[in-house]
Protein backbone atom coordinates (compact mmCIF):
# COMPACT_ATOMS: atom_id res chain seq x y z
CA UNK A 1 0.00 0.00 0.00
CA UNK A 2 1.01 3.51 -0.99
CA UNK A 3 1.92 5.50 2.32
CA UNK A 4 2.66 9.11 3.95
CA UNK A 5 4.01 9.49 7.34
CA UNK A 6 4.48 12.65 8.96
CA UNK A 7 6.15 12.27 12.37
CA UNK A 8 5.69 15.53 13.99
CA UNK A 9 1.91 16.26 15.25
CA UNK A 10 2.97 19.24 16.23
CA UNK A 11 5.43 22.20 16.01
CA UNK A 12 5.95 25.76 16.92
CA UNK A 13 8.25 27.95 15.90
CA UNK A 14 8.71 32.31 16.92
CA UNK A 15 7.83 34.65 14.34
CA UNK A 16 10.39 35.05 11.45
CA UNK A 17 12.35 32.41 12.06
CA UNK A 18 12.85 28.86 10.02
CA UNK A 19 11.01 25.86 10.80
CA UNK A 20 10.82 22.35 8.76
CA UNK A 21 8.08 19.96 8.57
CA UNK A 22 9.16 16.53 7.58
CA UNK A 23 7.09 13.81 5.89
CA UNK A 24 8.27 10.41 4.43
CA UNK A 25 6.17 8.44 1.52
CA UNK A 26 6.02 4.49 0.37
CA UNK A 27 5.66 4.07 -3.03
CA UNK A 28 7.15 1.35 -5.35
CA UNK A 29 6.40 3.72 -8.72
CA UNK A 30 9.01 5.79 -10.62
CA UNK A 31 6.74 8.39 -11.65
CA UNK A 32 5.00 10.39 -9.16
CA UNK A 33 4.05 13.42 -8.12
CA UNK A 34 4.43 15.26 -4.45
CA UNK A 35 2.46 18.21 -2.90
CA UNK A 36 2.48 20.08 -0.43
CA UNK A 37 -0.89 21.41 1.20
CA UNK A 38 -1.94 24.25 3.86
CA UNK A 39 -5.35 23.99 6.04
CA UNK A 40 -5.98 26.97 8.24
CA UNK A 41 -8.58 27.63 10.26
CA UNK A 42 -10.70 28.20 7.68
CA UNK A 43 -10.54 24.95 6.86
CA UNK A 44 -9.49 25.64 3.23
CA UNK A 45 -7.16 23.22 1.21
CA UNK A 46 -4.42 25.50 -0.28
CA UNK A 47 -1.22 24.24 -2.20
CA UNK A 48 1.81 25.31 -1.13
CA UNK A 49 4.00 23.70 -3.58
CA UNK A 50 4.06 20.65 -5.65
CA UNK A 51 7.41 19.00 -7.13
CA UNK A 52 7.52 16.02 -9.60
CA UNK A 53 9.95 13.13 -9.21
CA UNK A 54 11.42 13.28 -12.16
CA UNK A 55 12.57 16.51 -11.80
CA UNK A 56 16.23 16.60 -9.38
CA UNK A 57 15.94 20.14 -8.35
CA UNK A 58 14.00 21.24 -5.51
CA UNK A 59 11.10 23.43 -5.95
CA UNK A 60 10.75 26.71 -4.51
CA UNK A 61 7.77 29.16 -3.79
CA UNK A 62 8.96 32.24 -1.92
CA UNK A 63 9.09 31.49 1.55
CA UNK A 64 8.35 27.93 1.01
CA UNK A 65 10.80 25.46 0.03
CA UNK A 66 11.51 21.32 -0.34
CA UNK A 67 14.08 19.18 0.39
CA UNK A 68 13.06 16.14 -1.90
CA UNK A 69 15.35 13.02 -1.12
CA UNK A 70 14.22 10.33 -3.92
CA UNK A 71 15.89 7.81 -2.70
CA UNK A 72 14.87 8.06 0.75
CA UNK A 73 11.75 8.71 0.16
CA UNK A 74 11.60 12.03 1.74
CA UNK A 75 9.97 15.66 0.85
CA UNK A 76 10.71 18.10 3.81
CA UNK A 77 8.64 21.28 3.66
CA UNK A 78 11.36 24.50 4.66
CA UNK A 79 9.09 27.91 5.85
CA UNK A 80 11.99 30.90 5.76
CA UNK A 81 11.06 34.57 7.63
CA UNK A 82 7.87 32.66 9.50
CA UNK A 83 4.88 34.64 9.68
CA UNK A 84 1.74 34.35 11.89
CA UNK A 85 -0.27 33.92 9.19
CA UNK A 86 1.76 30.59 8.49
CA UNK A 87 -0.26 29.03 11.46
CA UNK A 88 -1.71 25.99 9.93
CA UNK A 89 -1.99 22.17 9.42
CA UNK A 90 0.18 20.79 6.25
CA UNK A 91 -0.50 18.03 4.73
CA UNK A 92 2.00 16.63 2.74
CA UNK A 93 0.41 14.44 -0.64
CA UNK A 94 1.09 12.08 -3.26
CA UNK A 95 0.33 10.69 -6.26
CA UNK A 96 0.81 8.46 -9.12
CA UNK A 97 -1.43 9.35 -11.87
CA UNK A 98 -0.51 6.38 -14.24
CA UNK A 99 -1.58 3.68 -12.02
CA UNK A 100 -3.86 4.98 -9.17
CA UNK A 101 -5.11 7.69 -11.66
CA UNK A 102 -6.07 11.48 -9.99
CA UNK A 103 -6.03 10.16 -6.49
CA UNK A 104 -3.78 11.82 -3.92
CA UNK A 105 -2.71 9.81 -0.66
CA UNK A 106 -2.62 12.40 2.16
CA UNK A 107 -0.37 12.01 5.46
CA UNK A 108 -1.95 12.85 8.89
CA UNK A 109 -0.72 16.32 9.18
CA UNK A 110 1.69 18.37 11.07
CA UNK A 111 -0.35 21.26 12.87
CA UNK A 112 2.21 24.84 12.93
CA UNK A 113 1.56 27.37 15.16
CA UNK A 114 3.72 30.57 14.65
CA UNK A 115 4.13 32.12 18.32
CA UNK A 116 5.08 36.22 17.90
CA UNK B 1 -13.61 33.69 -10.11
CA UNK B 2 -12.52 30.31 -10.52
CA UNK B 3 -13.42 28.32 -7.97
CA UNK B 4 -14.91 24.98 -6.43
CA UNK B 5 -18.12 25.04 -4.51
CA UNK B 6 -19.73 23.03 -2.13
CA UNK B 7 -23.27 22.90 -0.64
CA UNK B 8 -24.53 22.95 2.19
CA UNK B 9 -21.36 23.68 3.96
CA UNK B 10 -22.27 22.48 7.08
CA UNK B 11 -24.89 19.94 8.04
CA UNK B 12 -26.24 17.97 11.02
CA UNK B 13 -29.19 15.26 10.02
CA UNK B 14 -29.77 11.94 11.90
CA UNK B 15 -28.94 8.42 11.02
CA UNK B 16 -30.67 7.30 7.57
CA UNK B 17 -32.08 10.41 6.62
CA UNK B 18 -31.16 10.38 2.78
CA UNK B 19 -28.77 13.53 1.74
CA UNK B 20 -26.84 14.74 -0.87
CA UNK B 21 -24.24 17.36 -1.30
CA UNK B 22 -23.24 18.82 -4.09
CA UNK B 23 -20.14 20.25 -5.88
CA UNK B 24 -19.66 22.47 -8.96
CA UNK B 25 -16.37 24.01 -10.53
CA UNK B 26 -16.18 26.98 -13.25
CA UNK B 27 -12.91 25.57 -14.67
CA UNK B 28 -13.72 23.06 -17.65
CA UNK B 29 -12.05 20.85 -15.40
CA UNK B 30 -12.16 16.68 -16.49
CA UNK B 31 -11.40 15.83 -13.24
CA UNK B 32 -13.47 15.43 -10.00
CA UNK B 33 -12.70 13.91 -6.53
CA UNK B 34 -14.16 13.75 -3.29
CA UNK B 35 -12.11 13.26 0.13
CA UNK B 36 -13.33 12.49 3.51
CA UNK B 37 -11.09 14.45 6.26
CA UNK B 38 -11.02 12.78 9.82
CA UNK B 39 -8.74 13.48 12.59
CA UNK B 40 -5.38 11.61 12.28
CA UNK B 41 -5.84 10.25 9.32
CA UNK B 42 -5.83 13.12 6.99
CA UNK B 43 -7.82 13.03 3.92
CA UNK B 44 -9.08 9.81 1.98
CA UNK B 45 -10.75 9.47 -1.31
CA UNK B 46 -14.04 8.47 -2.16
CA UNK B 47 -14.78 8.35 -5.31
CA UNK B 48 -13.72 10.27 -8.26
CA UNK B 49 -15.03 10.92 -12.15
CA UNK B 50 -11.83 11.21 -15.04
CA UNK B 51 -15.61 12.68 -17.28
CA UNK B 52 -19.31 12.93 -17.78
CA UNK B 53 -20.64 9.54 -16.68
CA UNK B 54 -17.18 7.87 -15.98
CA UNK B 55 -17.07 7.52 -12.26
CA UNK B 56 -14.98 4.94 -10.15
CA UNK B 57 -14.60 4.05 -6.98
CA UNK B 58 -11.60 5.58 -4.21
CA UNK B 59 -10.30 4.15 -0.84
CA UNK B 60 -13.72 4.38 1.19
CA UNK B 61 -16.80 4.39 -1.31
CA UNK B 62 -18.99 2.32 1.09
CA UNK B 63 -22.13 3.77 2.20
CA UNK B 64 -21.56 6.95 -0.68
CA UNK B 65 -22.94 7.62 -4.21
CA UNK B 66 -21.81 9.80 -6.58
CA UNK B 67 -23.23 10.86 -10.26
CA UNK B 68 -21.26 13.08 -13.05
CA UNK B 69 -24.33 14.21 -15.49
CA UNK B 70 -23.06 17.41 -16.24
CA UNK B 71 -19.17 18.69 -16.42
CA UNK B 72 -18.88 20.63 -13.58
CA UNK B 73 -21.41 18.93 -11.20
CA UNK B 74 -20.92 16.03 -8.81
CA UNK B 75 -22.77 15.23 -6.66
CA UNK B 76 -22.28 13.12 -3.32
CA UNK B 77 -25.26 11.36 -2.05
CA UNK B 78 -25.72 9.60 1.41
CA UNK B 79 -28.68 7.13 1.10
CA UNK B 80 -29.00 5.81 4.64
CA UNK B 81 -26.13 8.09 6.48
CA UNK B 82 -25.01 6.99 9.68
CA UNK B 83 -22.41 8.22 12.61
CA UNK B 84 -19.44 7.15 11.02
CA UNK B 85 -20.12 9.37 8.46
CA UNK B 86 -19.79 12.19 10.48
CA UNK B 87 -16.92 13.82 8.85
CA UNK B 88 -15.30 17.08 7.05
CA UNK B 89 -15.60 16.48 2.97
CA UNK B 90 -13.55 17.82 0.35
CA UNK B 91 -14.69 18.07 -3.20
CA UNK B 92 -11.42 19.02 -5.77
CA UNK B 93 -11.23 19.01 -9.61
CA UNK B 94 -8.19 19.19 -11.78
CA UNK B 95 -8.03 20.11 -15.39
CA UNK B 96 -5.90 16.60 -16.25
CA UNK B 97 -4.57 13.47 -14.72
CA UNK B 98 -0.93 14.74 -13.67
CA UNK B 99 -2.38 18.38 -12.57
CA UNK B 100 -3.36 20.11 -9.73
CA UNK B 101 -6.58 19.08 -7.66
CA UNK B 102 -7.69 22.39 -6.41
CA UNK B 103 -10.06 21.74 -3.39
CA UNK B 104 -13.83 23.15 -2.52
CA UNK B 105 -14.25 24.98 1.27
CA UNK B 106 -15.07 21.76 2.51
CA UNK B 107 -19.18 20.52 4.13
CA UNK B 108 -18.90 19.75 8.00
CA UNK B 109 -21.40 16.88 8.39
CA UNK B 110 -22.86 15.47 11.55
CA UNK B 111 -24.65 12.85 11.48
CA UNK B 112 -26.77 12.16 14.61
Known amino acids: AQTVTQSQPEMSVQEAETVTLSCTYDTSENNYYLFWYKQPPSRQMILVIRQEAYKQQNATENRFSVNFQKAAKSFSLKISDSQLGDTAMYFCAFMTPYVEGNKLVFGAGTILRVKS | EAQVTQNPRYLITVTGKKLTVTCSQN?????MSWYRQDPGLGLRQIYYSMNVEVTDKGDVPEGYKVSRKEKRNFPLILESPSPNQTSLYFC???????????FGPGTRLLVL
Open chain 2, 92 to 102: ASSPGLQETQY
Open chain 2, 27 to 31: MNHEY
